[in-house]
C-alpha cells in the first residue's frame, strides 16, 4: 500500500509559479510511476505530467508542456511538479497519483492507470 500526500497548492496571481510536492509513504516508492492529474470544477480530471520510476523519462500534456516540470527524489520518497506561468484556467484542485511500474518507461496518462492517489490540493490562479 502507497499513501499519497499533496501540498504546496495556494492562491497565485497570473504568470506567477507554484511548486507543488507529494510525499509517500507505505512500499517504497522507488519502484513507482508517478503522475499529476488536474480536475477544475464541473469538468473531468484530466492528465497533467507522467515520471517513470527511474526518473530519467518525463510525459506531459500538451496544455502545459514548456510550463510544468516534474520530478521525484526516490531516496526522499517525494514528487513535485514546478509549475510557471501559470494562467486562470490552470485553477484546479492538483492530484499526484502512483502505480508499480519497476523498469518500465511506458506512459500512463489514464486515471485507471494508477492504483494510488492523493487527497488534492487546490490551485488557484487570479487574472
Known amino acids: 500500500q502507497v499513501q499519497l500526500v499533496e501540498s504546496g497548492g495556494g492562491l497565485v496571481q497570473a504568470g506567477g509559479s507554484l511548486r507543488l510536492s507529494c510525499a509517500t509513504s507505505g512500499r517504497t516508492f522507488s519502484g513507482y510511476a508517478m503522475g499529476w492529474f488536474r480536475q477544475a470544477q464541473g469538468k473531468e480530471r484530466e492528465f497533467v505530467a507522467h515520471i517513470d520510476w527511474s526518473g530519467g523519462n518525463t510525459y506531459y500534456a500538451d496544455s502545459v508542456k514548456g510550463r510544468f516540470t516534474i520530478s521525484r527524489d526516490s531516496a526522499k520518497n517525494t514528487g513535485n511538479l514546478q509549475m510557471n506561468s501559470l494562467q486562470p484556467d490552470n485553477t484546479a484542485v492538483y492530484y499526484c497519483?502512483?502505480?508499480?511500474?519497476?523498469?518500465?518507461?511506458?506512459?500512463?496518462?489514464?486515471?485507471?492507470?494508477?492504483?494510488?492517489w492523493g487527497q488534492g490540493t487546490q490551485v488557484t490562479v487570479s487574472s
Open positions: 497519483a502512483a502505480r508499480p511500474a519497476y523498469r518500465t518507461s511506458r506512459y500512463y496518462t489514464r486515471r485507471e492507470d494508477y492504483n494510488y
